[in-house]
């Protein structure tokens, strides 16, 4: 069992950055993948990105790549996503999310969720 607590959204103007941090109780950490999602008003959660257990692998939606850095520290139990250059289409809740999978880019590969923090980019 992990709980995720997320941390770090707000409001920004278009070109500026923020960094999330995702929280995770429980053991073993290190076994997870993570994963940053989003869900915007209206529309389906989507992927935005996923690290792999050791922090070795990372993968990018393209819409973020280039743009977004997901990290993680397993001595914190802690995952991160560093946003920079956003957009005002960025605008979303955003997720944190731990799968059982060495690393995923599907949502339904991911078995725990963190309630979200709102991001707003104003334009």
């Known amino acids: 069992q992990v709980q995720l607590v997320e941390s770090g959204g707000g409001l920004v103007q278009a070109g500026g950055s923020l960094r999330l941090s995702c929280a995770a109780s429980?053991?073993?950490?290190?076994?997870?993948?993570m994963g940053w999602f989003r869900q915007a008003p209206g529309k389906e959660r989507e992927f935005v990105s996923a690290?792999?257990?050791?922090?070795?692998?990372?993968y990018y939606a393209d819409s973020v790549k280039g743009r977004f850095t997901i990290s993680r520290d397993n001595a914190k139990n802690t995952v991160y996503l560093q946003m920079n250059s956003l957009k005002p289409e960025d605008t979303a809740v955003y997720y944190c999310?731990?799968?059982?999978?060495?690393?995923?880019?599907?949502?339904?590969?991911?078995?725990?969720w963190g309630q979200g923090t709102q991001v707003t980019v104003s334009s």
């Open positions: 999310a731990a799968s059982k999978y060495y690393s995923s880019t599907y949502y339904s590969q991911y078995a725990y």
């Open positions: 690290i792999s257990w050791s922090g070795g692998d990372t």
């Open positions: 429980g053991r073993a950490f290190n076994t997870y993948g």
